[in-house]
T-cell receptor, first 114, second 117 residues
Framework: SQKIEQNSEALNIQEGKTATLTCNYT??????LQWYRQDPGRGPVFLLL?????KEKRKERLKVTFDTTLKQSLFHITASQPADSATYLC?????????????FGAGTRLAVHP | GAVVSQHPSWVICKSGTSVKIECRSL??????MFWYRQFPKQSLMLMAT?????????EQGVEKDKFLINHASLTLSTLTVTSAHPEDSSFYIC?????????????FGDGTRLSIL
């Protein structure tokens, strides 16, 4: 079955540094992949989408890469700020029953310290 | 931007009670909505796909008679947890895409924290 793996350990970094989060997937080949941010007690918020033919996507301080050979996506936050502290979820889709259903990883909790 | 509103945000009730959760798309029409459940420190698990005007489709292992879904309009889907028990306590979240295009992001509600005593 399809499996999404994110580093379940919390990532602690110093303000101003670059945070790099990893998402690995197995047993399927998604055409694209989405990244979301989730704050405690809230629903996820969409950040970026990257297609299989795109190696890299940027949005302000965020950068996502997608390596279909390694079956891996990396999510980078440059010049990190304490406000970036949250859980980040990787979500490739699975087409099933006529719908693109997102399969979520467990998420990586990022803590940015002043 | 697209907004999805979920109500209530928090509910505590006794075992055996049925609880209804509403999910509304405020500024767009959602022919499809998704319902998820999330346990502490775990990922969102898709429970079912809600379709306006037709029956919901449930993921494997989700009891359709336990979790009743109604999508009676293009802006409202409801999830009713029937005869809830403590093991049903969880964080329930709904989402909707703007349309069924293959690459649309999901817009999520802020979830409902359900606690069954």
């Amino acid at each position: 079955s399809q499996k999404i793996e994110q580093n379940s350990e919390a990532l602690n970094i110093q303000e101003g540094k670059t945070a790099t989060l990893t998402c690995n997937y197995t047993n399927y080949s998604p055409a694209y992949l989405q990244w979301y941010r989730q704050d405690p007690g809230r629903g996820p918020v969409f950040l970026l989408l990257i297609r299989e033919n795109e190696k890299e996507k940027r949005k302000e301080r965020l950068k996502v890469t997608f390596d279909t050979t390694l079956k891996q996506s990396l999510f980078h936050i440059t010049a990190s700020q304490p406000a970036d502290s949250a859980t980040y979820l990787c979500a490739p889709p699975m087409f099933s029953g006529g719908y693109n259903k997102l399969i979520f990883g467990a998420g990586t909790r990022l803590a940015v310290h002043p | 931007g697209a907004v999805v509103s979920q109500h209530p945000s928090w509910v505590i009730c006794k075992s055996g009670t049925s609880v209804k959760i509403e999910c509304r798309s405020l500024d767009f029409q959602a022919t499809t909505m998704f319902w998820y459940r999330q346990f502490p420190k775990q990922s969102l698990m898709l429970m079912a796909t809600s379709n306006e005007g037709s029956k919901a489709t449930y993921e494997q292992g989700v009891e359709k008679d336990k979790f009743l879904i109604n999508h009676a309009s293009l802006t409202l889907s409801t999830l009713t947890v029937t005869s809830a028990h403590p093991e049903d306590s969880s964080f329930y979240i709904c989402s909707a895409p703007l349309d069924r295009s293959w690459n649309q992001p999901q817009h999520f509600g802020d979830g409902t924290r359900l606690s069954i005593l």
